[in-house]
């Protein structure tokens, strides 16, 4: 199988990437020693990590996902790395680069003292990502990279197609239970995202253990 083709979704991740880190690079000298890495269910920084390090995770983070899931496929055999041929892939490794950059972006914003707690951006921020994943999900092919990748969904090609495609109904529906919740309690808008995530796992293990499903 040949390298996936560089396209215009590369371009725009390399783009976000190198964004976020030529961001860091110039505000580098206003930045705290510590940078919030975590936040609490209402959005306060309650994990820190020292400015070398902090200032570039995010989008370094963001070159390794498009990488992996870009070009991790070589390193499969046939099936899967043909299972990822017909997958957009490109669009996964956008996703995740564009999240991370939105994650850096509020991570900076915090940083440079402008706002103690970013619930509501934070949530919103999850909540789009949920969306924009609830449609791609359903599309993937059987692979170890991205989806539902828990072991009940890789065990056949027939439960993973019922629980990617059960999966992006779920997401679509915590993403837009999370945007309409963000602005009101984020922990009502995070536990949201956290419900509809963990959905699709029980779902796959209840198809796995049905003794109808094609093996």
């Known amino acids: 199988m040949r390298q996936p ?26 930045l705290p020693e510590q940078l919030p890495v975590h936040f609490d269910l209402h959005g306060v920084p309650d994990g820190f990590i020292p400015r070398a390090r902090g200032a570039f995770l995010l989008p370094v983070l963001a070159l390794v996902s498009w990488a992996v899931v870009r ?11 043909a299972a990822l041929a017909r997958s957009p892939m490109d669009m996964v490794a956008l996703h995740n680069v564009a999240l991370f950059t939105a994650l850096h972006l509020l991570m900076l914003y915090v940083a440079l003292g402008r706002a103690e ?25 059987r692979n170890p990279f991205a989806g539902f990748r828990n072991p009940w ?11 990617q495609r059960f999966g992006g109904y779920c997401l679509t529906l915590g ?16 536990t949201a995202l956290i419900v ?3 959905a699709p796992a029980l779902y796959s293990f209840l198809l796995s253990a049905s003794p109808m499903r094609e093996r």
């Open 5 to 30: 083709r560089f396209n215009h979704s590369d371009m725009a991740s390399l783009g976000l990437a190198a964004l976020g880190l030529g961001l860091s690079a110039l505000l580098y000298p206003r």
């Open 71 to 81: 070009h991790g496929g070589a390193l499969l055999p046939a099936r899967p790395r």
């Open 117 to 141: 707690s970013i619930g509501t951006p934070l949530a919103l921020v999850s909540g789009v990502s949920w969306l924009l994943s609830g449609q791609l999900i359903p599309r993937l092919r």
């Open 153 to 163: 969904a890789l065990s056949s090609d027939e439960v993973w197609h019922r629980t």
């Open 175 to 190: 993403g837009l239970a999370t945007l309409g919740l963000a602005p009101f309690s984020t922990p009502a808008a995070l």
């Open 196 to 198: 509809s995530g963990l």
